[in-house]
């Protein structure tokens, strides 16, 4: 059998048990073709996403960058976590509230599983930017940031974070508490907005920075601007709140998202 075929049908084995810990390339030698004698390839998955996802992959393997999204699988292909090693990550759902992540690392002809992680509660869907491969910690590394869940209404999203330390992948504690994470590189923070409501003028935001596999909440603010008589209320974490006008308003919310700010209230 061609080893395309049988390449992937691991990705679709979920036969109800428990998470699986994340696998090291340090902790693992195992191809893809060797897991699947260790499993059942015909349990529980949908023959019209193995196929995609087999076709996908045979056809992208040795591209040197190559990026897929639809509502039932994300695939990220490329020197993601360092020059040295090509990587494929493969996002998708094994049934309607788990999605499955798995990465492969190019090894000769062979792929190698280097990561496997079962996510639940997740929400299916369509949405962009599901996988994402940036460094969030400050270290110049690439991190692993995979949604878990989104809405539409006030737009926003939660995401599990995986740092990458010496092959390993690290789980960051909390990070899934924070709505629609932004790292910024000058300053090694991580930025929170979520629109409250009243046409988006109501707004929440928050500050964080990751110590060692731990996100710290920095600062939290809000600042409503709902008032037609050109007044803003700005609530800062630990302070009482109060009003100003609006063009003073963008000063009182984190500098990330100030020229935001600026432009929504002089709209």
Not at 9 to 29: D, N, R, V
Not at 47 to 57: A, H, N, Q, R, V
Not at 182 to 197: D, M, N, P, V
Request: glycine letters at 4%; hydrophobic letters at 35%.
């Amino acid at each position: 059998m061609k080893w395309f075929i049988t390449l992937l049908l691991p990705f679709f084995i979920y036969c109800g048990q428990t998470p699986k810990p994340t696998i090291s390339a340090k902790e693992t030698t195992k191809s893809i073709t060797d897991t699947i004698q260790d499993q059942d390839a015909e349990a529980n998955y949908t023959e019209i996403g193995k196929y995609e996802i087999d076709s996908l992959f045979s056809h992208n393997k040795d591209s040197l960058s190559f990026n897929y999204e639809d509502i039932w699988v994300a695939i990220k292909i490329g020197y993601l976590f360092n020059k040295q090693h090509k990587d494929a990550i493969i996002r998708y759902y094994p049934n309607d509230s788990t999605a499955h992540i798995i990465i492969l690392r190019q090894s000769g002809t062979k792929w190698d599983t280097i990561f496997s992680e079962m996510t639940a509660p997740v929400r299916q869907g369509t949405y962009s930017d599901f996988i994402t491969v940036n460094d969030f910690n400050g270290d110049h590394i690439p991190d692993l940031k995979v949604i878990r869940n989104f809405w539409e209404i006030h737009t926003g999203e939660i995401s599990d974070l995986w740092l990458y330390r010496n092959n390993h992948f690290i789980q960051v504690k909390h990070f899934d508490q924070i709505v629609s994470a932004e790292y910024q590189e000058k300053t090694g923070l991580i930025f929170s907005y979520q629109s409250a409501g009243c046409a988006d003028m109501a707004m929440q935001f928050g500050t964080y920075r990751i110590v060692a596999d731990t996100v710290q909440q920095i600062d939290s603010r809000y600042c409503g601007c709902c008032d037609p008589n050109d007044s803003c209320e700005i609530a800062i974490q630990g302070k009482p709140s109060f009003k100003v006008p609006y063009k003073q308003a963008c000063k009182y919310v984190p500098g990330y998202y100030q020229q935001f700010v600026k432009d929504k209230l002089e709209m």
